[in-house]
């Protein structure tokens, strides 16, 4: 299936009730300030982390000098939270190994509590927002007929008065 094929399969429909109207252009201008902030917040991260990777190892010195901050001016630069290594275990993945190794009544254990144990997250579906030039498919392929037909009435015209030119030059002749 190729886009055009996915193109001519969009059917639009009108939306007649004017709170759901609202709503969604309501909906559209939020969309449109969200993804206009997260692009700010991105390239403010980025700068962000530029600058954390030359702070940070300072801190790190300070804290070996029993230090607390740094100061400038009137700002205070301190560690909220000192970092630390935090050790995770795959108990699924444990528990799979060791299934492969005993007998069959305990692997019927290990897979009650693994199903037991199971969770499911829901995700929410995303709903896309695109701004579109205040016309519908349709709309578009009407003011395309129509930008025809007005060529084709003008090319019509011209040629009539050209025609009706030459006949009144003939019945000036006659």
């Not at 009108?14 to 300030?33: G, N």
């Not at 108990?91 to 060791?98: N, P």
């Not at 578009?140 to 030059?169: E, H, P, V």
């Amino acid at each position: 299936m190729n886009l055009t094929d996915i193109y001519n399969n969009i059917q639009e429909v009108k939306v007649e009730d004017p709170e759901l109207t609202a709503q969604i252009k309501e909906f559209a201008e939020l969309s449109d300030e969200i993804d206009r902030v997260s692009a700010r917040l991105k390239m403010l991260e980025k700068k962000y982390k530029g600058l954390e990777e030359v702070i940070r190892p300072v801190l790190d010195e300070l804290d070996e000098t029993k230090d607390k901050a740094l100061e400038v001016e009137n700002i205070l630069v301190t560690i909220k939270r000192k970092g630390y290594d935090r050790t995770s275990f795959a108990y699924k993945e444990a528990l799979e190994w060791v299934k492969k190794r005993i007998n069959p009544a305990m692997r019927k254990l290990v897979d009650d509590s693994l199903e037991a144990t199971a969770k499911t997250a829901t995700i929410a579906s995303q709903i896309g927002v695109q701004k579109i030039e205040e016309q519908s498919v349709l709309d578009k392929i009407i003011n395309t007929l129509k930008g025809y037909w007005s060529k084709i009435t003008q090319k019509l015209s011209a040629a009539n008065n050209s025609l009706s030119r030459d006949i009144d030059a003939l019945k000036a002749k006659i």
